[in-house]
């Protein structure tokens, strides 16, 4: 089966890039957010590739 595609609204990226942006400056590094967007990635490549995970929705 082909992977499912995952579309971000854009608050949804604008959300995300508060937050990244967040913790970067708490931080005073780049390290967290790195490991925040590293995850984020791993979990959206997992619900794209996993049939049966994930929120139905209308569309």
Avoid at 12 to 22: G, N, P, T, V
Avoid at 25 to 35: F, G, I, P
Wanted: glycine share 2%.
């Amino acid at each position: 089966m082909a992977n499912k595609k995952i579309i971000w609204s854009d608050l949804a990226k604008s959300q995300f890039r508060d937050i990244l942006e967040f913790y970067i400056d708490r931080n005073e590094s780049a390290t967290y957010s790195l490991k925040l967007l590293e995850e984020t990635e791993h979990l959206l490549k997992t619900l794209s590739e996993s049939e049966f995970i994930g929120r139905l929705t209308s569309n």
